[in-house]
């Protein structure tokens, strides 16, 4: 893999990302991206062959409780605290 970018590929990369960048721009944006494939080449040297393939570098569990049912807030005392209701509502300013 080739870490030199030319010209025209970051121009591209720019037009993909909606970019307009200047002549000293276009220079410094390649230099990092150089940097950063440089940096992935170095990866592709590693030996990976025992290590296994993950979606996450730790292990993540379901941290969720099982739903249970329960009394819920009376209608009454929910809409006590809203600033304005219908009776029956919260009243909340249109959005749209």
Do not use: C, W
Not at 30 to 43: D, F, R, T
Not at 56 to 72: C, G, K, M, P, Y
Request: charged share 25%.
């Amino acid at each position: 893999m080739s870490t030199q970018l030319t010209q025209d590929e970051v121009l591209k990369v720019a037009s993909l990302s909606r970019l307009k960048l200047s002549e000293t721009e276009v220079t410094a944006l390649g230099e990092q991206m150089g940097s950063v494939l440089k940096y992935i080449a170095m990866l592709d040297e590693l030996d990976t062959t025992d290590i296994e393939p993950m979606a996450h570098a730790i292990e993540i569990s379901n941290v969720f409780r099982d739903d249970q049912l329960q009394e819920s807030l009376p209608r009454e005392q929910a809409l006590s605290n809203a600033p304005q209701t219908d009776g029956k509502y919260f009243l909340v300013p249109a959005i749209l």
